[in-house]
């Protein structure tokens, strides 16, 4: 029978799981966290468990938050077990269980009052936050924080009673600099390019509706070092949670799985101190922004050249669109021709290399990971993983061909039936407008390219536009199978 997850039952979990060697007593937070996914509990969570197992930094445990409805749904999950969580690590040969357990609390999602005064503890040295690429209220033409979003005007001009993840972060430094207090550090721990300004952008632009001189104490005082975060990290469902109990003998009704390969490159700007991260992998650089580059164009845009073709095919699992001889091909001749040549260089890093560690990891057969979740939200991370990519090329004056049936196999995948006519589910925040825009694209491909919050002065450029309506037009008339290996052959 497998042993309930619980710190009373730590003691009788299965010899082949590892556990905490440090006692949940002997912790006192110091960073509280905005966004308890899976990726944060099989990324920054694991670097502190590691940390912990040392010895080390047991003043930085974590307090949870967010204000998402199913936020209230995690912290009840992860409550019900004393806040640990069992993570299986998987390379394609092994799996690897461990609990960690660096959550000591998680406050109530939503509860204003209670996240602030949290953020006015002088313990709580940073904040740190992953809540998706789509999280952050970016402008897609400008590349900058747009304080005209209703949920950000409305914490405009009710400071006092935030809703979002930034009104909180402000009403906490605002309370910090009142009293006295140094404030605390904030780190994103999400996949967007140059992380740290664009998370500075959205503080201070929200403090900049309600209090100037705040947001200028902001801008001047206030560290948002920039990260590179990288570990594939699927989905919990049934299966995960029957792995779990049946191969390792414990029941947690929210398990991590991830691949064994995780990264950490992280700017050390930390006024108010951190944990010493260095001594358990996290690699600490003056700049991370060609880490970012290469990370953000090579995988996840890598992750978007396989997701839609494979979606459209049918193709359940991410190691079974790998296994695909035409798709993995597709993803090699993309990121070859097209993609690598537009990062730049990366300090002692050879970027082909580097492809082909992605290529691997994306074949991993135990991760399990699908290719729905590889399609998903597409609005938020096509302009990030994919059209800055298309925009360096079309300036430096290079092909764009393969870039552009991405993106149209993003458009076919839109329109919401696969090749073999069934239904595609809502598969984005924004799905009603997108399977608008792809079925009037089929006659009309500027209606798709006219999403400024996607494609921005991309969508206008008459090189991308003519490649994109060509790549459209041949899915239409002659399959995803035909075009593809159109592409490969360099015929289309």
């Known amino acids: 029978m497998a042993v309930t ?43 502190l468990d590691r940390l912990f197992r040392a010895g080390e930094g ?33 390379s394609a040969e092994t799996s690897e269980a461990r609990v960690t357990g660096v959550m000591v609390d998680y406050l109530d999602p939503g509860d204003a009052g209670a996240i602030v005064a949290k953020l006015t503890d002088p313990a709580i040295r ?31 001009q009710t400071p ?50 309600s209090d100037p001189q705040l947001a200028d104490w902001i ?20 299966r995960e949670r029957a792995i779990v109990r049946e191969t390792f003998g414990v029941a947690d009704n929210w398990p991590v799985f991830c691949e064994d390969f995780i990264q950490w490159v992280l700017e050390d700007d930390f006024p108010q101190g951190r944990p010493a991260l260095e001594t ?23 992750h978007a050249v396989i997701a839609y073709p494979a979606g459209l095919l049918g193709i359940h699992f991410v190691h079974e669109a790998m296994e695909d001889e035409q798709i993995r091909a597709f993803l090699a001749k993309i990121t070859s021709d097209e993609i690598i040549p537009a990062v730049p260089p990366v300090p002692e890093t050879d970027l082909e290399t580097y492809a082909a560690t992605i290529e691997a990891r994306f074949a991993n057969p135990k991760i399990g990971d699908t290719v729905r979740r590889l399609c998903l939200d597409g609005s938020n991370r096509q302009p990030k993983f994919i059209v800055p990519t298309i925009a360096d090329r079309l300036n430096a ?67 991308f536009a003519d490649a994109f309506a060509k790549c459209l037009e041949a899915l239409y008339a002659d399959g995803v199978r035909a075009t593809l290996a159109a592409y490969l052959e360099d015929r289309l």
């Open 160 to 209: 006092d009673a935030p809703k979002t993840v930034f009104g909180l972060l402000v009403a906490g430094l605002k309370a910090r600099r009142e009293s006295g207090q140094a404030p605390f550090t904030i780190m994103s721990c999400d996949n967007i390019p140059h992380n740290g300004a664009i998370t500075r952008n959205a503080v201070a632009g929200l403090a900049r509706l």
């Open 397 to 463: 004056g290079q092909g764009i061909t393969g870039l552009a049936l991405e993106s149209a196999l993003w458009c076919r995948y839109c329109a919401g039936t696969t090749e073999a006519g069934e239904t595609i589910e809502p598969n984005d925040p924004a799905w009603d407008r997108l399977v608008e825009r792809a079925e009037a694209a089929r006659s009309d491909p500027s209606a798709w390219l006219g999403m400024q919050d996607v494609y921005g002065a991309v969508g206008r450029d008459p090189t």
């Open 58 to 90: 047991q003043d930085w445990a974590i307090v949870g938050a967010g204000v998402m409805p199913g936020d209230a749904v995690a912290r009840e999950t992860l409550a019900a077990q004393d806040f640990l969580t069992t993570v299986v690590e998987q």
């Open 126 to 156: 940073i904040a740190s936050l992953t809540i998706t690429e789509g999280g952050y209220f970016i402008d897609a033409e400008t590349g900058r924080f747009d304080p005209t979003h209703p949920a950000i005007a409305a914490d405009g």
């Open 5 to 47: 997850l619980s710190l009373a039952d730590l003691g009788t979990l299965p010899e082949g799981v590892a556990r905490p060697s440090y006692d949940r007593e002997d912790l006192s937070p110091g960073i509280l966290h905005f966004g308890v996914g899976n990726f944060h509990r099989a990324h920054q969570a694991v670097y």
């Open 280 to 302: 358990v992998g996290v690699q600490f650089v003056p700049d991370v922004a060609p880490f970012e580059t290469m990370k953000l164009r090579i995988l996840n845009g890598g």
């Open 219 to 238: 801008e001047e005082s206030v560290a948002f070092p920039s990260g590179m975060v990288d570990r594939i990290t699927p989905a919990t469902g049934d």
